[in-house]
Nanobody, 127 residues
Framework: QLQLVESGGGSVRAGGSLRLSCKAYGYTYSPYCMGWFRQAPGKEREGVAAIYTGDGSSWYADSAKGRLTISKDNAMNTLYLQMNSLKPEDTAMYYC????????????????????WGQGTQVTVSS
């Protein structure tokens, strides 16, 4: 059973940076793609970035472009999200997700695409 464990969240001031990590354990088949989602209080969970683990091609939500970078280390079975120029509106619980199924690019930022989820890591950005 694929398990995902996030780390790296914390509290920063606006303009600061954080790097989130997500380590994958216990899988038989490598994830086909992985993504980062976030959920702010009172809001729905939204996809912010996703990556194909094979060729490393990535997709971003408009809110993430230019500030957030998704990357992977296949040897370490770890997914990353580098977050720069953080804003108070980035405050949310951040979740790592994975799927072992073939997935079209236009589905990568949809919550329903993913069958495996981590427990989340909190990011708080103060003004």
């Amino acid at each position: 059973q694929l398990q995902l464990v996030e780390s790296g969240g914390g509290s920063v001031r606006a303009g600061g940076s954080l790097r989130l990590s997500c380590k994958a354990y216990g899988y038989t088949y490598s994830p086909y793609c992985m993504g980062w989602f976030r959920q702010a209080p009172g809001k729905e969970r939204e996809g912010v970035a996703a990556i194909y683990t094979g060729d490393g091609s990535s997709w971003y939500a408009d809110s993430a472009k230019g500030r957030l970078t998704i990357s992977k280390d296949n040897a370490m079975n770890t997914l990353y999200l580098q977050m720069n120029s953080l804003k108070p509106e980035d405050t949310a619980m951040y979740y790592c997700a994975a799927t072992t199924r073939t997935t079209y690019a236009w589905l990568l930022l949809r919550e329903s695409t993913y069958g495996y989820w981590g427990q989340g890591t909190q990011v708080t950005v103060s003004s």
